[in-house]
């Protein structure tokens, strides 16, 4: 979509589209207002409405000024237009598949391994992705933000084997800058974690939100490791590149952790161009999920053999400093499972094994 046509549809300035604020609040999540700026909706009116109502849609301009076709063959579509196949499933996938609701102390603070956990300290985000594996928490009602942090600082307090504490959410910078800034201070006058590190969409969705004040906030909390998600070459603009470069320049090392998906960046050709893309803005890729089997995501999920083979090009193709780890996330103890492509091991395994990998893959 062109930039321009939407400023003017949306009867905003040039500088109304820099700012972070102005993209958030012109958020598109209503059907109508997609059809005014799109032209055309790849879903239907009632599907659109029927599955927004269970996983709520939220689209920033900016992200709506990538897509190149209006149809779910385009990444930026499939990745956050609402979809009939995300209700037709039915409940056939559990909600919480990693069983993460079972492995927190204190509400939303999910931990699992003994020495980092995991605050989500917000379940908003610029762009509701339709891939999300917390997308349960959308639409549930939220309990006030200030409580919620109250207990996990108080857990946070006692559990002295905690290093690293993982913010995200939610979109944790879909907050304002004096607040986060206030939490990561917290967290900081905790002597026993040493290392902070932020999970965020936002230099994908809304990249105009990594402002210099921002970044001048958040060097004073180093170390802190920023990890974003990128998922197809084509979120690789010149905004999101200065996004990155912005948080690098602040000493910030960023990272990627890719969502394999199906008919998005489940290619050789989109993979590589992704993980070329990202080697060029200096974006280390670090994680490609296997799409978790969680309730309305069924149809982005590949299978495991091909995304092994998918890495084994990969490795072939790219240079090391390209190649993130391929992990599938299970539920307990286990937690991330690498996929190696050596695995003739783990093909067996998988064989013999069917039931328990089953679930999972
Ligand atoms: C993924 C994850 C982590 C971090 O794992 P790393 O392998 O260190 O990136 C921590 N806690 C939870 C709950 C996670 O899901
Ligand atoms: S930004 Fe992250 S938490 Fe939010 S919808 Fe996308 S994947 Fe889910």
Not at 127 to 147: D, E, I
Not at 230 to 236: G, K, L, M, S
Request: glycine share 4%; net charge positive; hydrophobic share 40%.
């Amino acid at each position: 979509m062109n930039k321009k046509f939407l400023l003017a549809s949306l009867k905003a300035s040039a500088s109304d589209w820099n700012s972070w604020h102005w993209q958030f609040k012109n958020r598109v999540t209503k059907y109508a207002a997609l059809k005014r700026l799109l032209g055309s909706v790849p879903s239907d009116p009632t599907s659109f409405k029927k599955v927004a109502a269970a996983y709520p849609a939220a689209i920033t301009p900016y992200y709506l000024s990538l897509i190149r076709d209006i149809r779910f063959t385009d990444p930026i579509c499939a990745q956050s237009i609402p979809r009939r196949e995300e209700i037709s499933c039915g409940r056939r996938l559990p909600a919480d598949p990693l069983e993460e609701d079972l492995k927190m102390p204190v509400p939303k603070l999910i931990h699992r391994y003994p020495d980092r956990c995991l605050a989500m300290v917000t379940e908003i985000c610029a762009v509701y992705c339709r891939h999300c594996n917390r997308k349960r928490f959308w639409a549930a009602r939220r309990g006030s933000l200030k409580k919620r942090w109250q207990s996990m600082l108080e857990y946070l307090a006692t559990a002295r084997q905690i290093r690293e504490v993982i913010i995200s959410g939610g979109d944790p910078l879909t907050l304002e800058d004096a607040v986060l800034d206030k939490l990561l201070g917290s967290l900081r006058a905790l002597p026993h974690i040493e290392i902070l590190r932020i999970g965020s969409r936002i230099p994908v969705v809304m990249p105009m939100r990594i402002t210099r004040d921002l970044c001048r906030m958040l060097k004073r909390h180093r170390p802190l490791w920023f990890n974003t998600q990128f998922n197809h070459p084509a979120e690789i603009t010149p905004e999101a590149a200065r996004a990155c470069n912005r948080l690098q320049e602040a000493g910030i090392p960023v990272s990627n952790q890719s969502v394999l998906l199906k008919g998005v960046n489940d290619s050789p050709d989109i993979m590589k161009a992704l993980l070329n893309g990202l080697q060029k803005i200096s974006v280390r890729p670090y994680y490609l999920f296997h799409c978790d089997p969680a309730r309305g995501c069924e149809h982005f999920r590949t299978d495991v053999q091909s995304g092994i083979a998918l890495m084994e090009a990969m490795r072939q193709q790219c240079s090391g400093l390209c190649i993130p780890q391929y992990v599938v996330d299970t539920p307990g103890g286990a937690g991330k499972i690498p996929l190696y492509p050596l695995s003739r091991t783990l093909q067996n395994d998988l064989k013999t094994n069917k039931h328990f990998f089953d679930k999972f893959t």
